[in-house]
């Protein structure tokens, strides 16, 4: 299957900070990826979608201006998580749609955010 | 929209016995229905996927059954094994590209 990978793997960082997560399409060229965010012992939250050289779209409740992304190529989309708080704490989760099947999403290792 | 609930939500077999997560969706429109298994801490893997032409799709251990009348699709996993412990989560493709997500059924078996 397509392998799709994330950085950092885990991040810890300071209230007030910014963090940027990025995810990668490593063997493929995604023109659509996903940004979804998981608390413990929950199901995925679909937060935004991204689309190579457009802005994203988000899902109703999701702050645009605190959830920056940016699918700048076909392999990468950055998720920047600004002013981080501690209620931002969470998992987070990239996925992608390849070029030959528009249905399957291919999901990233996650990225596991720590506010203090 | 589309809403995908999922039972149960939590399930204990004992190794070498089957296994059966069902799920229900609300969108007759939906089309794709594929089964994650996600382990701790890392992210979703995709297991099986079946389409809504197809009734049945089997991997070796691993099946899921599909019905389209009833708005429901269930994935079975026969003669279970200890690192198939994990967390479950179906879905059912909404608007656009979007998937929706079940809760997710964690899986325990045990030796």
């Known amino acids: 299957g397509a392998v799709v990978s994330q950085h950092p793997s885990w991040v810890i960082c300071k209230s007030g900070t910014s963090v940027k997560i990025e995810c990668r399409s490593l063997?493929?060229?995604?023109?659509?990826m996903f940004w979804y965010r998981q608390f413990p012992k929950q199901s995925l939250m679909l937060m935004a979608t991204?689309?190579?050289?457009?802005?994203?779209?988000?899902e109703q409740g999701v702050e645009k201006d605190k959830f920056l992304i940016n699918h700048a190529s076909l392999t990468l989309s950055t998720l920047t998580v600004t002013s981080a708080h501690p209620e931002d704490s969470s998992f987070y989760i990239c996925?992608?749609?390849?070029?030959?099947?528009?249905?399957?999403?291919?999901f990233g290792p996650g990225t596991r955010l720590t506010v203090l | 929209g589309e809403n995908v609930e999922q039972h149960p939500s939590t399930l204990s077999v004992q190794e070498g016995d089957s296994a059966v997560i069902k799920c229900t969706y609300s969108?007759?429109?939906?089309?794709?229905f594929p089964w994650y298994k996600q382990e701790l801490g890392k992210g979703p893997q995709l297991i099986i996927d079946?389409?809504?032409?197809?009734g049945e799709k089997k991997d070796q251990r691993i099946a899921v059954t599909l019905n389209k009348t009833a708005k429901h699709f269930s994935l079975h996993i026969t003669e279970t094994q200890p690192e198939d412990s994990a967390v479950y989560f179906c879905?059912?493709?909404?608007?656009?590209?979007?998937?929706?997500f079940g809760p997710g059924t964690r899986l325990s078996v045990l030796p």
């Open positions: 996925s992608a749609l390849t070029p030959t099947d528009s249905d399957t999403q291919y």
């Open positions: 063997d493929f060229q995604a023109t659509t």
């Open positions: 991204s689309n190579e050289g457009s802005k994203a779209t988000y």
């Open positions: 969108d007759s429109a939906s089309n794709y």
């Open positions: 079946i389409r809504s032409n197809v």
């Open positions: 879905a059912a493709d909404g608007s656009g590209q979007n998937f929706v």
